[in-house]
């Protein structure tokens, strides 16, 4: 196989916002592109931070690569683990604004829409394997409703009404990087080159685990 | 007016659940039952912590008692503040045995139903008016995968489908009780006064206000 | 006996602090002053929240009151429960200003004195009564390097030198007030009642407890 | 310069406590040993996990070796960063056993002696280089009352007592590894790369300032 006739995998990550000078989405995307993992060559793609934006380039490149997995990352800053989204929701309400200003409150993220969507991804099986592998990973069930939740909504409505079969995608949650977290005294980190391997691992089960384990990783509330 | 023609509050409440003696849910609904708030009588209901057995109780109150305003109540162990949910999701993922053993994995609460449905609740105003009032509240973006969302979304489902106009329902964790954190250090708490002030001032907005702020209450994720 | 002829207990709060307009901690004093129990009255002090001019007005109370227990509270913003501290040490490292505009970093307390001081309150029996009596409480190993710490090593040391056989004292730190924590959405809060009904129990184990419980409260970091 | 002329640098790290296979504080240690810091070498040196027992094996070594600078390591599982210790205190209170089975409640580390040492580390210099070469740290003003504050609380008695002059020493705190984490979700973790670069800062730092920075580094309480 070469990278030619290989799947394609596209790997958004965001560029920095909030005043931060680097997005650790970004930087684990452009450490993956073009890495061959499980049949399948990596698509880094960088998406703007910010509402409406971001969709004319996460569409233009699903029409150009017709991916057969996609995976989009994004800053949870605070959280201590890799953390794989369970539910997108037809919601925009922004707590502080985004890179051009917009500051949405309870708005659809694409109206006459589902209230949500569930990811596609084997999201219990990532979550088993980064834990064997000693990097700490959680079912998330809240993407929040920032622009992260908005890309994720967006795509999963893009795939529900026009992915062929057999493509399947999802959101996963990241935590900051250190250098970060050294500028906000108590926020939990994670070092790139974790994050690195740790993103490599959940590619590979999304490319290799068809059904998904069923383990709870429910939360109570 | 009187109790015969004012309109019908639905306050549900649960069991006890995971050794606990007291459930701070139902205490608040016990104390609110048959309390006169904007024009609405309160009726307090208590439902079995159990996937399934819960609904077919709630049903039959719905049924009997027609009520223009359903508040389910349950406790978020380990939150500071009364917090309105925003969306209730069609998973049932339990991390720990409901009162009946059952421990669900991964399953709808109803098959072939929408992923998930909103809260009609004013939860902006509800919580503005519970901070106002010195109380605190936050909104939720997630009521987890257990069986108060499994309710939330049943109720929701319910109301979806066969309510008639003006009739609006939600779901509003409340925190653990004193005597509760008492025995788990480190546990947030509120008193069961407060908490039943704060119920009480929810109904009320829930009542009276018909378009709910444009307030931003979101998560960056 | 009568309040003329019972032992005197000294309760000091402060005044409020870093743009709150309430204390906590002179809430609870006030509304345990004159309160009678177990054989002694209690007798509340408003303190400055600034170094160094909060002594003077403590130290004309221990001369004027000659008390035989002294119980410094203050407010611990974000802690969820009661907790009595272990140890006061001899360092003012403000990280804001107090009311006055102090700010030292790094100085003693008390210049050639001791490192620190343990409390000489039954700490252990205090908690296990409070928790015994469904009030959320636990030991703490820091008072912090704030004017709470200054008010507390202060106070210890004045004891260590100076005071009679049986008088004991020492500091409790106590959560913000729910009208608090309405304003600081995720901090956790606790009723007044709850807390001035906590530390009348304080108290009461104060003045009837000689030896305290060997039960270990400790933290492993 | 050699070696054999070098000033020793006595680094140490305890053996893995309560379950876990390993820890940080060790494997830290281990992988300086031999460095070569600012015109110091490192001396790695394991301590047992044991109130009383770690001490003769630490006193040893100080005998041995000589060293100028002594700074021993341990895990706080749960904080998410590097943390330099500012005060030992004369108490044992375990939460839970160590690995000889030893629970000491409320026991001082040493009898007739002093309630508390500061560390004579630059733990504000040490901070500061930390956060600007983007490693996570903070200054802690409580090491806990288990088999850490133990050895650290001995250690300055130790120096109090018998070092000579320039001789300095403390304690850090380090977060727990990702492998760790991946076992307790929830809990935050750092690489052991980072945690190496960070400790290898933090004998840079205290090898060569002498005068410890005037920044605040507080807290509240």
Known sequence: ???????????????????????????VARALDGALIAG?????????CVFGAAMPVLDEALA?????????????????????ERVAINMDDARIADNAGNQPVDQ???????????????????????????????????????VCNHVFYALMHRLAR???????????HI?????QAAQHPGMASMALETQV????SAIHTAMTVQEDLQENAGQLH
């Open 1 to 27: 196989m070469t990278a030619a006739t290989a799947k394609r995998i596209l790997l958004t990550g965001f560029e920095p916002f909030d005043k931060d000078s680097v997005n650790p989405s970004w930087e």
């Open 40 to 48: 399948g060559v990596v698509h880094a793609l960088q998406l703007p």
């Open 64 to 84: 150009q690569l017709q991916p057969t997995l996609i995976i989009s990352l994004g800053l949870a800053g605070g959280r201590t683990d890799i953390t794989p």
């Open 108 to 146: 659809p993220v694409v109206r006459e829409a589902p209230a949500a969507y569930f990811s596609t991804l084997p999201i219990k099986a990532m979550v088993r394997n980064l834990r064997d592998a000693g990097i700490p990973a959680s079912v998330s069930n809240t993407a929040g409703t920032f």
């Open 162 to 172: 026009r992915a062929g079969p057999g493509v399947r995608g999802g959101f996963i």
């Open 175 to 179: 935590p900051a990087l250190p250098q």
């Open 197 to 200: 391997q740790g993103i490599r």
